[in-house]
């Protein structure tokens, strides 16, 4: 039996597989705050300080994100592999077709986390199924902000008073 001792209790070693797919995870999640980042600085660079922070802040969370499948790995006993990070997109046409391309890439993780939920049940790996569960509410939430968010810029037609009043409300995150 895989066993590894962790915090005082025995517990199943995870799988290669699982491991592989976290690992992937990890890369994943550090990418998305980089490309947050990117957004932050063409929204500084767009003049829309306020963008800029929200992105900060979605930059913030997604590396969390990956430390959180970072510590959920090592007290599995698996071992983290971190891979290369790509550079990110650095320019856009405007606010809008940012936050469409927010709302493109959190489609994307969200289906990187099913993918890995339909593993874990495969593989019978109920703790991995478990913790995943705060990630799939976590991106049902992602995706509720980015389709609000790109809604009412939409709505606005992009209009400079819209984004400036966006601009100043997502300034409040």
Not at 124 to 151: C, P, Y
């Amino acid at each position: 039996m895989n066993q590894i001792f962790h915090g005082g209790a025995l517990l199943m070693k995870i799988g290669k597989k699982m491991e592989k797919s976290i690992n992937s995870q990890i890369q994943a999640e550090f990418e998305s705050s980089y490309l947050y980042l990117s957004m932050a600085a063409w929204f500084e660079d767009a003049d829309l300080p306020g963008c800029a922070h929200w992105m900060e802040k979605q930059a913030q969370e997604e590396w969390e994100h990956g430390m959180r499948f970072y510590k959920y790995l090592v007290s599995r006993g698996g071992r983290v592999e971190l891979g290369p990070i790509a550079a990110p997109k650095k320019e856009w046409k405007d606010a809008t077709n940012v936050f469409e391309e927010v709302l493109a890439h959190e489609e994307k993780v969200t289906s990187l986390i099913y993918a890995m939920v339909e593993q874990a049940e495969k593989e019978k790996d109920h703790g991995t199924r478990s913790m995943l569960n705060w990630f799939v509410d976590e991106q049902v939430e992602e995706e509720e902000h980015a389709t609000e968010i790109l809604a009412r810029l939409k709505n606005s037609g992009n209009s400079p008073i819209a984004c400036q009043m966006l601009d100043r409300d997502l300034g409040n995150r």
